[in-house]
């Protein structure tokens, strides 16, 4: 091994970490605030959270609160989440056995992932898929195998052979994002159905991700996997309350899974994070036991920040159609830019510099980065005026000649 070789293995940064690419949408934001851009790039609220939650918060820091709750959360949040599981989706979660309370979804999946696989097993991901799900896969030391979600007229699907095709003897879980970021999708019934028939053909888990749940438009309802026939023991499910109540920044999601993968997960999110922070605990849960009403108008909130966004989008010649559920929407870009490799940050840089608007280049979510190079997300947790300032200046987008 020479010098060079050992002084940068000692000082750099891990063969590990050295596979993560730097998450575009940071730099997107970066750039935004540079260029004084309106950001639709991170999805997160720019309005106020609700004041019922808040004030809960703030109550439980004044009662002081503020000390290390139960590793795997709160009781009161953990019983909270256990009562509407069973209250909204009649699935039977307990509180002690299955709920573990992370620092949101985001570390719920991460735990659940180094808690559940090995190196050599096999994952199953959807693609576009969301940025976290690359490093998750690398971190757990799983390979993952992906599937592809096209768009048609009808909305996204996947082909059913080429997800049978995916699952093998090595295959120990499949991620499941739905309502689903980027694309909007949501999982039918059917569907669902199927992947429920592979997991129990090959003896696999179904890990999903469902921070949207209350996000869905068009009538659509919300159906976790784990209330399907036979899945209750093989699924993890993830959600929390960053995007039902707007709170991105109090970082409290959860994970509710078969008492003996808890195990395993509060083991791993006790070493990772000790826990999530305690007062927010106390805050979600009065969110959760008070909020049934707020989330069953939520959706209709959305749904007009989607009628503001989307239509306009399509009438300035992005190509794309209404998400079914979530807040972002994949747009094609083939009417502004040259097709070609790196086409879509190259577009996503220009259009924050010239017109002034973040979006995320498509390749973010896509193992190859060629295969989302027509494309950028927009989202639309926004408030009306900035939605119509963002609108106002992509209508003055000139097409490529
Ligand atoms: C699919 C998906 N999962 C999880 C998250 C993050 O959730 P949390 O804030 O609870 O970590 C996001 C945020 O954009 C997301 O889009």
């Known amino acids: 091994m020479s010098a060079t070789t050992i002084a940068s293995t000692r000082h750099g940064v891990s063969h590990r970490v050295e596979n993560f690419t730097e998450s575009v949408i940071r730099e997107m934001t970066r750039l935004a605030m540079e260029h004084d851009a309106i950001n639709l790039a991170q999805g997160f609220p720019d309005f106020a959270a609700p004041d019922f939650i808040k004030e809960a918060a703030i109550q439980a820091i004044r009662e002081d609160v503020n000390q290390y709750s139960v590793t795997w959360g709160d009781p009161a949040l953990r019983q909270a989440i256990a009562a509407k599981y069973q209250r909204i989706y ?3 979660v307990e509180p002690d056995r299955h709920v573990t309370v992370c620092c949101g979804a985001t570390e719920a999946m991460i735990s659940t992932l180094i808690a559940v696989l090995n190196p050599g097993d096999e994952t199953v991901i959807f693609e576009p898929f969301y940025e976290n799900y690359g490093p998750d896969s690398i971190l757990s ?51 669902l159905e199927y992947i ?64 003996a993968l808890a195990n395993g997960i509060r083991k791993v999110h006790d070493f990772l994070t000790v826990g999530a922070p305690a007062p927010l605990q106390i805050g979600a849960a009065h969110a959760i036991d008070h909020g049934d009403e707020y989330c069953r108008r939520l959706a209709g909130e959305y749904a007009a920040r989607r009628a503001r966004l989307v239509p306009p989008l399509q009438a300035a010649g992005f190509n794309c159609q209404l998400p079914e559920g979530a807040y972002y929407v994949i747009a094609g870009i ?32 896509y193992h190859d980065p060629r295969l989302g190079q027509s494309q950028i997300r927009f989202c639309f947790p926004k408030q009306d005026a900035t ?11 000139a097409p490529r000649r």
């Open 334 to 365: 083939e009417r502004f830019a040259e097709p070609g490799d790196g086409a879509d940050t190259a577009f996503a840089r220009r259009l924050v510099r010239e017109t002034g608007v973040a979006g995320v280049p498509g390749s973010s979510f």
């Open 387 to 397: 939605l119509d300032a963002a609108v106002a200046r992509l209508r003055r987008l």
């Open 90 to 92: 009649h699935m039977p």
């Open 196 to 259: 429920r028939d592979l997991c129990v053909r090959w003896d696999a888990l179904a890990i999903t991700d469902e921070i949207y749940e209350h996000i869905l438009y068009d009538g659509r309802q919300h159906l976790p996997i784990a209330t399907l026939d036979g899945m209750q023991e093989r699924t993890i499910t993830i959600s929390g309350v960053s995007k039902t109540f707007s709170v991105t920044g109090w970082r409290i999601g959860w994970a509710l899974a078969p008492e």
């Open 141 to 191: 030391g799983a390979q993952p195998r992906f599937v592809p979600l096209r768009p048609s007229p009808a909305g996204w699907s996947f082909d059913r052979d080429e997800l049978a095709a995916a699952f093998n003897a090595r295959t120990r879980a499949i991620i499941i994002n739905t309502p689903n970021n980027p694309t909007g999708k949501v999982f039918t019934r059917a569907e």
